[in-house]
């Protein structure tokens, strides 16, 4: 059974066919510089990340999404090169989407309602939310008749409950607007949390884990039983601790501070916050790790500091989220940054050795670029583990599941 994942954005979009009776990728990709004039570009690949990985790229106008999938599918379904011989293989589409506000706790099929929460929910993710839906709409065009699923980031955090995700503003304005604590990467936290029971021999329910989700967006999520009990971000992405380009949670009173002494807009205020803080912000040099370790090495003084903010917001973040457990069984990192920069992770776990965390720091060094494993120690009171996420696979399960019960 062969299931389609699509993660559209407003100029981009990835996606990955899967053979769910092995659970391999057959193939993925992304087109990008949609909408945008010009030509795009659309990078696809044949059995990723294995020995017989073969790139494709294709250069070509895609005024709409619409166009850009069309590449993909003649891609997938080419003579030569395709992974099936016909479109009409594909048992069912999942999607990624943003923002799913208070009605979506679990992961649904799409039909009308589903489609119209998905626009109600355009004011809490403005960039992310109408691609999303443009998304739906496009394969709703493209494959008619194969069912579509949405997998919404915010619908594992549903489950905090209120004291974890109200702001202390006046009740009314939660009433009204729904302004309340989200949470995303929710896909990436259930699987790698679930993954981490499963190494362990337990039962989820019997379970406390901290998910340190660390890329380009960053999030840390406190997970009791299998259910989300506090997580770090917020209404929008923008919460939490500093990411790539965002500044995370400050003092309200800075953004009025700025907005009035500058003269500007809430919207340029946003770019700043969203766009321009960050690593990037503080470093000066870049929001991609890499290069912020890179300048690190070389002795910059912004870098160094950038780095040190950030693995210092990460240790108090999982220290307040063994309070709010109770205690911890496993800590795990994941994503771009948890996955591969060993100083980020022995530095984090220097800071919470209070709470009876010991490193194997030898293997520590080690782990990154796939290498994956237990970075504590046997005599660690809390065990340690890089989970690689797997954001496709679990929107692909979880569409097989839904699509399978219809
Ligand atoms: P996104 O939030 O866009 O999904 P990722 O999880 O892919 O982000 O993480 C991107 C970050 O991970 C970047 O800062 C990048 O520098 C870092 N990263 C990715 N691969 C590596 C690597 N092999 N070594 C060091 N850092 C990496």
Known sequence: MKVLVINA????????????????????????RIGQGGTGKLTHKIAPDTDHEEKIVRESAFPTHVEAMELVISLLTDAEKGVIKDKSEIYAIGHRVLHGGESITETVKVDENVKQIIRDCFPLGPLHNPANLMGIEVAEKLFPGVPNVAVFDT????????????YGLPYEIYEEMHIRRYGFHGTSHRYVSQKMAELMGRNIEDTKIITCHIGNGSSITAIKGGKVIDTSMGLTPLGGFMMG???????????TFIAEKENISAEEMLKILNKESGLLGVSGISSDDRDVCAAEEHGNHR??????????????????YYVALGGCDAIVFTAGIGENQPQLRETVCDYISCLGVEMDKEFNKKAKCGVTGTLSTPNSKIRVELIATNEELVIARDTKEIVEAL
Do not use: N, W
């Open 155 to 166: 619908e594992f955090g549903m489950a905090m409950p209120q004291e974890a995700y109200m």
């Open 303 to 320: 870098a160094h500091l950038a780095h040190e903010m950030l693995y210092y917001q990460i240790a108090k973040t999982i220290g307040s």
């Open 9 to 32: 954005g407003s100029s981009s979009c990835k996606y990955q066919l899967l053979e769910m009776d092995t659970e391999t990728v057959l193939a993925s990709g992304l087109a990008e």
């Open 245 to 255: 380009t965002r500044s995370g949670s400050l003092d309200p009173s800075v953004i």
